[in-house]
């Protein structure tokens, strides 16, 4: 459980910053709206999961160290966000670890709830995602799942990647970093080559 | 509990067929996107109804069929969406006879929970229409209920027509079969008729 | 809990108010619109904290008396809209009094749940404005909480005055009742006064 938790903080933090960056696009922007996003982005999609798996006390509620992970993220974007927006591949960067964690994390999550492998993998991908979606949704941005961007898909291959190591008795260590790996590649490859997912009506 | 049962896999492929087609309508659509709004119509609102009567496990996590009723949806949508498109009417009739499935079988479900016959209709109506208001928030649409259709209005009467007859000792299955009637009856002759909700403010 | 009872039926009939008067912004309104906003407007924020601290039964569905406040309101905002609009301040009022009522309220409720003080803030600032924010996320707007505008920092600063007082052990009327008008003095000089949150990005 240890390094799970390790990597559900890291992930908290990387989100916390895409999160308060992403209010820069927005008509007005301030030190509430900034931590708020940051905060609904880092912990919506986990929350989410949670209560969908009646997983109760929330991590965040339970954990104070979730909250300070937030803080630390919007803090950390408040005093570097030069450079950070500097560097056009940083959000980029941040988002990418973010979903790759939480995807598997989630994935993970849901399995030791004793749920079906199909249902791991939904709650996996909404770790991932539904916190964007949720930000996305309150600043009236359509989200990145209704862009063709091999966004999402890439979490759910991550987390049928992992479902299926995991089945095959692979150790658990070797299972979550090779599936965290296949979505950063992904995502990195998508974004490179301009992946589209395929149309649904031609 | 029986067909309560198969008419929930019914209403729900209907949803899901309505959901998938909706995705038509925006700039962007994919797999993932159709998919993702196939299982959030058809899941929304019977996942609210049971996360705000802490109704636990939720019936698509507990039971997998529900997520093969959606996936049939969608494959269904994808392999004939020609023709279903091609039928003006077919989004009307799938959609309508979600909603009619829907309101009865979250109002039984809450009553079943012991709650009062107003919440049980708060609820029916929330089954009914609440995935098709998430669907169309996260995709930036105005959701149906402010449109002035009659729409959640028909599902209301419909509930308040089980609750009635329930109360008044009416057989089940009557009842179940005679309000779900009132609901499509309603709907077919308010979009016939232009119906429309009167205005709270003149 | 007497006390504390009768201001959350309070709050609920003032933010049923606020949430049907807002309706009549939108390009259609009708009663079934106003009925629904309203709802959501005044339970929103309250449920969503319940769900997150996993606190049921949830209020109104425990106690029909927070429905009929959510009607009684409604109902006094379609007999009298024509003098509460002539009134440019009365959407002002019952908004100010209604987050005043629910971020102690909710601060308490989280507290008495156990929570830390760090988690109870968040949950007293959701209680108050998360049923806007749901209720601007469905009608297309972007919630208050992207103006700028000093609104849920004065939740927040309530929220953090109540927690102080408590923790100081000052009496629970006397702390309830300072920290409230915090809120309401601070949110008439801030429209007053035009006061702005601080910009996150520069």
């Not at 919007?74 to 960067?93: M, N, P, S």
């Amino acid at each position: 459980m240890k390094i799970q938790y390790i990597l559900e903080i890291v992930g908290t933090f990387s989100f916390a910053i895409s999160g308060a960056l992403a209010v820069r696009d927005q008509k007005h922007q301030d030190w509430f709206s900034a931590s708020f996003t940051a905060f609904i982005t880092s912990i919506g999609g986990g929350t989410l999961r949670d209560i969908l798996l009646d997983s109760y006390p929330l991590v965040w509620i339970s954990d104070i160290t979730i909250i300070y992970a937030v803080m630390a993220g919007i803090l950390v974007t408040f005093v570097f966000y030069k450079y950070l927006i500097g560097l056009r591949k940083t959000l980029f960067f941040f988002d990418t670890w973010g979903i790759a964690l939480f995807t598997i994390v989630g994935t993970e999550k849901a399995l030791h709830l004793g749920v079906r492998p199909e249902i791991a993998a939904i709650m996996g991908v909404f770790s991932a995602v539904m916190g964007g979606v949720i930000r996305d949704v309150m600043t009236n941005e359509i989200p990145i799942i209704y862009s063709r961007e091999v966004y999402a898909t890439a979490c759910f291959t991550g987390a049928c990647t992992y479902l299926m190591l995991n089945g095959m008795g692979v150790g658990r260590y070797t299972a979550f970093i090779t599936a965290a790996f296949v979505i950063i590649i992904i995502r990195i490859l998508a974004v490179k080559y301009k992946w589209r997912v395929p149309a649904f009506f031609r």
